[in-house]
C-alpha cells in the first residue's frame, strides 16, 4: 500500500493546532483538507517534494469512518467522469481503479493518490474560506462547519 501525502505548508497553516495537541498526527490536516476538497471537487497535484508522507491507513481515530470517506470519495469521482450508477459495467471498470476491497485502507495506489489529490485541493479551498490560520480548534471547526454548510446548499 502507498500511503496518502499531506501538503508541507497545510502542516504549517495548522502548526498552532499541532503546537496546542488539537491535533496529534498529521491525518488531522489531512481530514480537514479533503473534506474541503472533496465538498467542492476540488483536486490539485502536488509534487512528493512538496508533501509528507503519512501512514497508508486510516488511523484509528478514521478507522470508524474510513468507508464513508472513500464513499465520499467515490461520488465525486463518479460525478466528475458524468457517470450514473445505470452505467453499471463503466461504473464498475471505473470503480475498480480506485478500490481494492482486501486493502487496508480500501484504496488502490491510484485511489489513495487521487484521494491525497483531493487533500491537496481542499487546502487551497481552506486558504480561500480562511482569511488567517487556524488558532484554535473550536474556532475553526465552528467557521469551517458553516463554510461547508454554505457549500453543500450553494451558497458558495
Known amino acids: ?3 496518502f501525502r499531506v501538503r508541507k505548508d497545510a502542516k504549517v497553516w495548522f502548526k498552532d493546532l499541532y503546537r ?3 491535533f496529534k498526527i498529521d491525518f ?3 481530514y480537514f483538507c479533503f473534506i474541503a476538497g472533496v ?3 476540488r483536486k490539485q497535484a502536488v509534487s512528493t517534494d512538496d508533501t509528507t508522507e503519512m501512514v497508508a491507513y486510516f488511523p484509528q481515530a478514521y478507522s470508524a469512518s474510513s468507508k464513508i470517506l472513500v464513499g465520499l470519495f467515490l461520488s465525486a469521482e463518479m460525478e466528475k467522469l458524468g457517470l450514473v450508477m445505470t452505467e453499471r459495467e463503466r461504473v464498475h471498470l471505473e470503480i475498480a ?3 481494492r476491497h482486501d486493502s487496508g485502507n480500501h484504496l488502490t ?3 489513495v ?3 491525497s489529490r483531493y487533500a491537496h485541493g481542499g487546502y487551497d479551498v481552506l486558504l480561500e474560506w480562511f482569511d488567517d490560520r487556524p488558532r484554535s480548534l473550536e ?3 465552528r467557521q469551517f462547519k458553516r463554510k461547508l454548510d454554505a457549500q453543500m446548499s450553494g451558497a458558495i
Open 39 to 41: 465538498a467542492t471537487r
Open 28 to 30: 488531522d490536516a489531512f
Open 1 to 3: 500500500m502507498i500511503p
Open 139 to 141: 474556532t475553526f471547526e
Open 20 to 22: 496546542d495537541k488539537s
Open 97 to 99: 481503479k480506485l478500490v
Open 113 to 115: 493518490n487521487e484521494f
Open 109 to 111: 495506489a491510484e485511489g
